[in-house]
C-alpha cells in the first residue's frame, strides 16, 4: 500500500533562508509525486509533481523537489524564503490508480 | 475558467439534520473525489468517482452517500450530521496520475 510520511508539522525559518520540507513515501510501483499548498482558507493548489521525466522538478513560486529513489524522498525546497510562502504544504503520492494519498501537512512560518 | 466549483461555503447543521454538498467541475474530467481536512490528519478521501455512473467508497466513508449526477457533477450527502463529521471538506477532479484540481472547501460544524 501506498503512503506518505511528512516529517515536522511546523517548520520555522527566517525571510531570505532556505526552506526545507521533507517528504518520504512508500510505493510498490514507480510513484506519481506531488506537492500543493495551501493558503489560509483556500482550497489545495499544484505546486509541482513528478512523474519520472526527471528528478528534479521545478514548480510555481520558485519552489523545487528532488525524487531520489534510493531514499524514497521526495523533499521540497526553495533557496530563499518570502514572507507569501507562509502556508500548509502537503506531500501526495499516487500509484496507477486514479487516487491520491495525502501526508498530514507541514505549516511552514516564515519570520521577518 | 471556473474550475471546481463547490457550494456552500460553509454550513452550520445541528446533529441530526441533513444535507448535500455540490461539487461543479467544467474540465471534463472523468475523476472526482470527495475529500474530508482535519487538523494534523491531512486530506483523507471520503468517496471518490472514476467515472460517471459508478462510485467508490474511499478511506472514511461511514455516514456518507454520493451521487454522480452527470460527468459535470458529484455530490455528497450527510443524512444524519453528527458532531464528528464537523471538518473542511474538498472536492476535487482529475485522475490523480495527473494531479487534482481542488475547490476551495466547504467548512461544516455540527453543532
Known amino acids: 500500500a501506498q503512503s506518505v510520511t511528512q516529517l515536522g508539522s511546523h517548520v520555522s525559518v527566517s525571510e531570505g533562508a532556505l526552506v526545507l520540507l521533507r517528504c518520504n513515501y512508500s510505493?510498490?510501483?514507480?510513484?506519481?509525486l506531488f506537492w500543493y499548498v495551501q493558503y489560509p482558507n483556500q482550497g489545495l493548489q499544484l505546486l509541482l509533481k513528478?512523474?519520472?521525466?526527471?528528478?528534479l522538478v521545478k514548480g510555481i513560486n520558485g519552489f523545487e523537489a528532488e525524487f531520489k529513489k534510493s531514499e524514497t524522498s521526495f523533499h521540497l525546497t526553495k533557496p530563499s524564503a518570502h514572507m507569501s510562502d507562509a502556508a500548509e504544504y502537503f506531500c501526495?503520492?499516487?500509484?496507477?490508480?486514479?487516487?491520491?494519498?495525502f501526508g498530514t501537512g507541514t505549516r511552514l512560518q516564515v519570520f521577518p | 475558467n471556473a474550475g471546481v466549483t463547490q457550494t456552500p461555503k460553509f454550513q452550520v447543521l445541528k446533529t441530526g439534520q441533513s444535507m448535500t454538498l455540490q461539487c461543479a467541475q467544467d474540465m471534463n474530467h472523468n475523476s472526482m473525489y470527495w475529500y474530508r481536512q482535519d487538523p494534523g490528519m491531512g486530506l483523507r478521501l471520503i468517496y471518490y468517482s472514476a467515472s460517471e455512473g459508478t462510485t467508490d467508497k474511499g478511506e472514511v466513508p461511514n455516514g456518507y452517500n454520493v451521487s454522480r449526477l452527470n460527468k459535470r457533477e458529484f455530490s455528497l450527502r450527510l443524512e444524519s450530521a453528527a458532531p464528528s463529521q464537523t471538518s473542511v471538506y474538498f472536492c476535487?477532479?482529475?485522475?490523480?496520475?495527473?494531479?487534482?484540481?481542488f475547490g476551495s472547501g466547504t467548512r461544516l460544524t455540527v453543532v
Open positions: 476535487a477532479s482529475e485522475r490523480g496520475i495527473y494531479g487534482y484540481t
Open positions: 513528478y512523474t519520472s521525466a526527471a528528478t
Open positions: 501526495a503520492v499516487s500509484d496507477n490508480t486514479d487516487k491520491l494519498i
Open positions: 510505493s510498490s510501483v514507480p510513484p506519481y
